[in-house]
């Protein structure tokens, strides 16, 4: 009771930090456009090197923590592994409220039981659970408001995804690719919980996409929707990256195309219905999810001015598409990859070099499965214009199997290891979106989890796979401050005000930790 209490009075009171956006973060990316970019800039090149752990809030769980805060008002909400979502109080860290969630015995899961965070619109927090339900939460009390049931679990599908506001909706996709399931993005109304609209990233029978499949096998098409998308509230207009289809490593039962899988897609956010897509990989057998965060930005390109999305691709190239059309306007690789042509055609498609598909005996291709990028948030600098992408430079060795499909099992038909006596290098690289080229890179001992933010003070932060936090120049690329925070990373850095001081926060290990100038 005392908690609930605190929380009212703060948030009654607003006088930890101003209303104002700049000071809070209020979405995944902190805008709806994916940039991941602040216009605060208290912390800067000259001063970063005086940044000090403010506090640190240590999680109960030992599941990978690869939650992105969201702060509004002196408040802070995180998700929690496997499916919890705690309120902080900014300037100290103390505990306000948690929600801790029962999750059934019987969930088929894969690849950790995490989640990537929460959306908050008025009063309310959404949460996507590992048993595929949306919850509404009371933003002062962690109180259920409604919880509705998005899929089958059982099935194999799991949320893991941060959901997006776009107006009075919570949208939210879906997690489970590796069992066969059959992607979605679906809205919902954020007062009742009631569905506005789905759309299925697989088509069904006899609707446009479906002749893209051998067979029936569109039935178990995955294509899962599992990283946060973005919104163009001009455009009325919401993109998307798809996963992989479904089986991954093997693709005889699946020839063809596979719609709407390793995609870019773009909804009409009232009806859900589908502008434009952009297929990135066609017939993917690498398991190279097109799932990043789409970056919308306003470019000069050629000349003039352009609507654009950025895209640095699990595949290993750089593309840059007109977002009102989804017309292809560049793509290049911009880490090593040997299973396409070099170049793209005219439409930006790709094709497939000779013996580069997974065997029995094994295949060695370039990016290895976590592809040259993956779920690391890139960020984009309207100041600087600049793309800044964690990368990762890694051959991998790929394996065929069996391609059966039963309900609730894992369908994979098959598996990679990394290449023998190769080690992996990782980098950020601030990519310019006129050339599709990097204009400077920073590089890692090891490829890294690590999102990556970029702010008004001229300075970029991320972290490193050891778990050193850092800060580098945004113009150079040079270190200007780094700290050991003693776990690995597998989250996305968020920064904000309390008390009026820009505070910088990312979960490493098990703990999330802040930081300030001292």
Known sequence: MKIVKSLSLLLAAGSLVCGQNAGNWLTYSGND?????????????????????????????????????????????????????????????????????????????????????????GDSIFLGTLDAHLVALDASTGSVL????????????????????V???????SAGGEFGVRGYLAAYDAKTGKQAWRFWTIPAAGEKGTETWKGDSYKFGSGTTWVTGSYDA???????????PGPDWNGVKREGDNLYSNSLIALDADTGKMKWYFQFTPHDVLDLDSTQVPVLADIQWKGAPRKVVLFANRNAFYYVLDRQTGEYLLGKSYVRQTWAQPE???????????????????????????????????SYSP?????????????????????????????????????????????????????????????????????????????????????????????????????????????????????????????????????ALE
């Not at 194999?156 to 997006?164: D, E, H, K, N, R």
């Not at 107006?167 to 996709?173: H, Q, T, Y």
């Not at 001009?234 to 992989?244: D, H, M, S």
């Open 33 to 121: 456009a994916g940039h991941r970019y602040s216009t605060l800039n208290q912390i800067t090149k000259a001063n970063a090197a005086r940044l000090r752990p403010l506090w640190v809030y240590q999680i109960d769980k030992t599941d990978k923590f690869e939650a992105s805060p969201i702060v509004r008002d002196g408040i802070m909400y995180i998700s929690e592994p496997p499916s919890d979502v705690t309120a902080l109080e900014t300037g100290s860290g103390r505990v306000l409220w948690k929600y801790k969630r029962v999750l059934p015995d019987d969930m088929p899961v894969c690849c950790g039981k995490v989640n990537r965070g929460v959306a908050i619109h």
């Open 146 to 165: 409604w919880d509705v049931a998005v899929a089958d679990y059982k099935a194999g599908y799991t949320s893991t995804v941060a959901p997006l506001i």
């Open 167 to 173: 107006k009075d909706k919570v949208i939210i996709g």
């Open 234 to 244: 001009a455009l009325n207009t919401i993109y998307w990256g798809t996963g992989n």
């Open 344 to 378: 793209l055609d005219a439409k930006g498609r790709a094709t497939w070099l000779p013996n580069t598909h997974p065997t029995a005996q094994g295949t060695t291709v370039y990016p290895n499965s976590p592809g040259a990028t993956n779920f690391q948030a890139p």
């Open 383 to 515: 100041q600087t214009k600049l793309h800044y992408v964690m990368t990762r430079d890694e051959g991998g060795v790929f394996y065929s199997g069996d391609d059966s499909y039963k309900q609730g099992s894992w369908y994979l038909a098959g598996r990679f290891v990394s290449k023998p006596g190769e080690e992996a290098r990782g980098a950020i690289k601030a990519m310019d979106p006129r050339t599709g080229t990097a204009k400077w890179e920073f590089p890692m001992f090891a490829p890294s989890w690590a999102g990556v933010l970029s702010t008004a003070g001229g300075v970029v932060f991320s972290a490193t796979w050891e778990g050193d936090m850092i800060v580098l120049d945004d113009a150079t690329g040079k270190l200007l401050w780094r700290f050991p925070m003693g776990g690995n990373v597998f989250a996305n850095p968020v920064t904000f005000l309390s008390g009026g001081k820009q505070v910088v926060a990312i979960a490493a290990g098990h703990a999330l930790f802040t930081f």
